[in-house]
């Protein structure tokens, strides 16, 4: 089992879109989370920004990174040729 | 993968049949639910509801075990890789959302205010961690067992070990507690005695499982799935129509917590609220007086009660008057320790009352800027280690094993998220809508006609929601009102002017709920003595039926086990399952993703490191818990002992980090590892490599 050149790029590829995805996760719950105090004065439709973020908006942006990831990976493994049988 | 277009045939044909499948049960079950809803407009007992729901769902989730039965291996332990994404996505919903989820949350968020989201947000956050660093790759990986992944990746039987009591450990602290749930929800709704109602609910759990383990548990628990989530979203909608006008009130709710803020304000200022607040600042002054005066005031208080006693018959007083006296006599403490007790009680109750309501949408209230700090770290702290533990509970990891591809995989993660996330995202809204219901129309109402939804539930468990009178002045006032945390969910219907019906369809969602976590964990047990003791270590050349045998036997065992724990009522048994996370982060995450990201993590870094995290963290939990403490007889006082304020329940904090370093630093100091391994990593990370090898089991 050889890896060329080509595998190393798709896991490259791999761990950078890994890398821009956990940035987000971080960003959205635990920078938030953080300054939560100060955040908390700005308010949309009655919602404090970080109430919000937490109860529905930060959710909703964990399953939306995930199935981005999902649908990149399973591209680049088409692409990179990785990918597996003929399941669709 | 030869007969990859046949093969490929098949699993779409099988998905559809499946879709058509439960699309009838669904149907099904919302035409039981109509049929019942008129029995009830014709005069059927709220009781019979409560049995037909009960027994009617058991008996279909024994129909969908019995029917999943096999005497086949890979079947046996992940449903024969064959679960469409979509499907394995429900499935986890319901394997991960518990009674805790279903029930307490809610309650949870009412009480807690936004520092309760920190486990909306662990909960799902958890499963980012699962799709970037761990289910593509066990899939591809593809055998059975975490501690599979820990045997093969750093060879021999030693982290493979670790690996299992890991995964017992922090499976058994959590399946008690799912038993103890199913336990509450049968007794509540059929009336049996809670032992009974343990063990008529481990019944339900071995229907699921004992046949077709993983199999049958696959398919009960997607059953289970779609009737928890009619059960949690019916009435909320209900509840959205009636409050903010439209039946999606996660999109407009901020209105209503914006009264509620208001409201807030008005009930902290308002002098009735003062005025009941400092009679309880009075009552727990005057507990505290006698506590001091111990034991002299025993005496003192004891001649006190029997005096007034006598005075009012002396004086021929009102026969309730005299009754009233004769019972505080009667249930005086028998000594002056027993007093001690009582008194402490009275103290921390009357305690808890004198502080004016706790503002819902503000991040970590506290009294000064140091309180407040010190609750944001733990409010983060507890965030990550739900989400470390979230992604590293073998009873989740192991469902990824059973979807027919990588691809899949990837894409069953985001399904179950999906799936997690509407009820996740339903429950601060709920929590919002009612508090809001409470402010709005029972403060401020008369006592003379309350809500009837107050006046039925104070009625059955005072320890749920009880309102008193106190200053007498006929109004209901906030601080009057005490309120156990699982009634916000169990009293939506009734808010929300549904029939009971909606309310046997919740406790009925209720038990789905606790049912499939428990089959879930209960399995792990049992697979990781059957499968990585027995078969891996102990007896590697048992036949496939052999294997099988044990493996239901175990099964067995572990199940009457945990519920003979659970029938004890064990204390502090949410502290129990918070510990699991804790845990489960510490031991698994940073062996796991090492594993898979940095090959030269080798067998003497990973035990070393399991070793150590699980240690720290125990540790740590030993030193500041108050029920561990006194297990161990631990010196010092909490305070003295806490590491940067940070709470028990957190420990993870410490165990996490120190696995990873732990895990680097020995491996760097040892040998690498071997070809073979280096192989195996470029295997799981690569769904098809050329001339690749073969890990999957069989």
């Not at chain 2, 199940?559 to 724990?565: E, F, K, N, R, T």
């Amino acid at each position: 089992m050889q890896l060329t050149e080509k595998h190393r790029e798709y896991w490259r590829k791999n761990l950078i879109v890994t890398s821009i995805l956990v940035f987000i996760w971080f960003v959205v719950t635990y920078v938030i989370g953080y300054y939560a105090i100060p955040l908390t004065e700005i308010t949309f439709m009655g919602w404090p920004i970080p109430f919000y973020m937490g109860a529905q908006g930060s959710l909703a942006i964990y399953v939306l990174i995930i199935w981005f990831y999902a649908s990149y990976m399973n591209k680049l493994d088409k692409e990179y040729g990785v990918h597996e049988g003929e399941d669709e | 993968m030869s007969n990859g277009a046949t093969q490929a045939f098949s699993q779409k044909a099988f998905a559809q049949a499946l879709k058509k499948y439960y699309g009838f049960y669904t149907g099904g079950f919302v035409g039981f639910v109509i049929v019942l809803g008129i029995a009830e407009q014709l005069g059927l007992p709220n009781r019979w509801i409560g049995y037909a729901f009960l027994f009617a769902t058991i008996l279909l989730y024994a129909g969908i075990g019995v029917m999943s039965r096999t005497a086949d291996v890979a079947e046996y332990y992940v449903a024969g890789r064959r679960v469409p994404a979509l499907f394995n996505g429900m499935a986890t919903g319901a394997d991960w959302m518990s009674a805790a989820s279903f029930i307490a949350m809610a309650g949870g968020l009412y009480l807690g205010g936004y520092d309760g989201l920190a486990f909306v947000m662990g909960w799902t956050g958890g499963y980012c961690l699962v799709a970037f660093f761990l289910a593509p790759y066990l899939r591809k990986f593809g055998q059975f067992t975490i501690p599979d992944f820990l045997g093969a990746r750093y060879g021999g039987h030693i982290p493979r070990m670790v690996g299992m009591f890991a995964a017992i450990l922090c499976s058994f602290t959590y399946v008690v507690a799912q038993i103890y749930g199913v336990g509450i929800i049968t007794t509540r709704f059929t009336g049996v005695d809670f032992q009974v109602g343990v063990f008529l609910g481990l019944a339900g759990i071995l229907v699921c499982s004992f046949l077709g383990g993983m199999r049958a548990v696959t398919w009960t628990q997607v059953a289970q799935y779609i009737i928890l989530i009619i059960a949690y979203l019916i009435p909320l909608a209900m509840l959205g129509v009636r409050h903010v006008s439209f039946p999606v009130p996660h999109v407009v709710y901020g209105f209503a917590l914006e009264k509620v803020t208001q409201a807030e304000k008005r009930i902290t200022a308002d002098p009735k609220e003062v005025e009941v607040r400092n009679i309880f600042k009075k009552r727990a002054d005057e507990a505290d007086a006698k506590l001091k005066a111990l034991p002299g005031s025993y005496a003192a208080e004891k001649a006190a009660v029997e005096k007034k006693l006598a005075d009012l018959r002396a004086a021929n007083a009102a026969p309730a008057e005299i009754k009233s006296a004769e019972d505080a006599v009667k249930s005086f403490p028998p000594s002056a320790e027993a007093a001690k007790k009582k008194w402490e009680g009275d103290k921390a109750a009357a305690a808890a009352r004198t502080a004016p309501p706790r503002p819902h949408a503000m991040p970590f209230p506290g009294k000064d800027e140091k309180a407040r700090d010190i609750a944001r770290k733990n409010f983060l702290a507890l965030i990550f280690c739900l989400m470390v533990g979230t992604a590293a509970l073998p009873h989740i990891l192991m469902r990824y094993y059973t979807t027919p591809s990588v691809r899949e995989a990837r894409v069953s993660v985001t399904w179950s998220l999906f799936f997690i996330f509407l009820l996740y995202f339903s429950a601060p809204v709920l929590a919002v809508l009612v508090k809001y219901e409470m402010y709005q129309f029972v403060v401020g109402s008369k006592f003379a006609d309350l809500p009837r939804w107050v006046a039925n539930w104070s009625a059955v468990d005072r320890s749920l929601l009880n309102v008193v009178d106190i200053n007498g002045d006929g109004i209901v006032q906030l601080a009057e009102i005490t309120l156990g945390g699982d009634i916000i969910v169990l009293a939506t219907p009734e808010i929300a002017k549904l029939p009971y019906v909606i309310s046997g369809l919740v406790a009925a969602g209720g038990l789905a709920a606790a049912l499939s976590t428990a089959d879930g964990l209960l399995l792990t047990i049992a697979n990781a003595l059957s499968h990585d003791l027995y078969y891996k270590i102990i007896n590697p050349h048992a036949s496939t039926k052999t294997r099988l045998t044990v493996a239901k036997m175990l099964l067995l065992v572990v199940a009457v086990m945990a519920a003979s724990v659970a029938a004890q009522k064990p204390a502090d048994i949410l502290f129990l399952v918070s510990a699991a996370f804790s845990l489960a982060a510490a031991g698994f995450f940073p062996a796991l993703t090492l594993g898979i990201f940095w090959k030269r993590a080798n067998k003497w870094g990973a035990t070393l490191g399991m070793l150590a995290g699980v240690g720290i963290t125990f540790y740590y939990m030993c030193i500041t818990q108050p029920w561990l403490r006194k297990v161990f007889n631990v010196s010092g006082t909490i305070a003295e002992n806490t590491w940067w304020d940070i709470s028990p329940i957190s420990a993870g904090i410490f165990g996490v980090p120190l696995g990873f370093i732990v895990i680097i630093v020995v491996s760097l100091l040892t040998p690498a590892p071997e070809k073979e391994v280096q192989e195996l990593v470029d295997h799981v990370r690569y769904p098809v490599l050329e001339g690749d090898i073969d890990t999957r089991g069989a």
